[in-house]
T-cell receptor
Framework: GAVVSQHPSRVICKSGTSVKIECRSL??????MFWYRQFPKQSLMLMAT?????????EQGVEKDKFLINHASLTLSTLTVTSAHPEDSSFYIC?????????????FGPGTRLTVL | SQKIEQNSEALNIQEGKTATLTCNYT??????LQWYRQDPGRGPVFLLL?????KEKRKERLKVTFDTTLKQSLFHITASQPADSATYLC???????????FGSGTRLLVRP
């Protein structure tokens, strides 16, 4: 089956630094990837839709200048949390849908646990 | 306001019994409803999708129903096993954009 990886799986950083999270589709091409954030015991909240070769579409309330998304190829999207603060500590999860495939399934990555001190 | 509600309390059942989880929503008109399994510290894993014009969908020990009048989906696991213990999330998809809106999930515990 289709596999999505994320790197790193865990990251701890100091307040004010920037952190980059990678999302890769390993055995398929993904025109569209999605970035979610999940706080403890809460649901996944969609942050943005990442489109290969174009600007990301952000959900209401998500600061595009704080959460920079780059989808430079059909297998890689990156999320950069800029000037991270403790309230940005969360579980970040990406998902990808296979390009050109009429199926409905999205494949999720294993998530990245971000802790900002 | 728009809401997706899943039982916040854990469902605790005996191995071999059928687990039934509920997903209710208000002020949405989803074209699709999906169920996912999530284990602690991991991303969700797709289980089943049901379309608005479908009443029921089955896959092995899993069954999903979708009642657009009641605005409710039921997710059943028959002959439950301890390995089925996880959090189960329902997610609504409104249209062809593939954006998903998730419920907060229900934790299932299957006792041996």
């Amino acid at each position: 089956g289709a596999v999505v990886s994320q790197h790193p799986s865990r990251v701890i950083c100091k307040s004010g630094t920037s952190v980059k999270i990678e999302c890769r589709s390993l055995d398929f091409q993904a025109t569209t990837m999605f970035w979610y954030r999940q706080f403890p015991k809460q649901s996944l909240m969609l942050m943005a839709t990442s489109n290969e070769g174009s600007k990301a579409t952000y959900e209401q309330g998500v600061e595009k200048d704080k959460f920079l998304i780059n989808h430079a190829s059909l297998t890689l999207s990156t999320l950069t949390v800029t000037s991270a603060h403790p309230e940005d500590s969360s579980f970040y999860i990406c998902s990808a849908r296979e390009s050109g495939f009429g199926g409905d399934e999205q494949f999720f990555g294993p998530g990245t646990r971000l802790t900002v001190l | 306001s728009q809401k997706i509600e899943q039982n916040s309390e854990a469902l605790n059942i005996q191995e071999g019994k059928t687990a039934t989880l509920t997903c209710n929503y208000t002020n949405y008109s989803p074209a699709y409803l999906q169920w996912y399994r999530q284990d602690p510290g991991r991303g969700p894993v797709f289980l089943l999708l049901i379309r608005e014009n479908e009443k029921e969908k089955r896959k092995e020990r899993l069954k999903v129903t979708f009642d657009t009048t009641l605005k409710q989906s039921l997710f059943h696991i028959t002959a439950s096993q301890p390995a089925d213990s996880a959090t189960y999330l329902c997610a609504l998809r409104m249209d062809s954009s593939y954006k998903l809106i998730f419920g907060s999930g229900t934790r299932l515990l299957v006792r041996p």
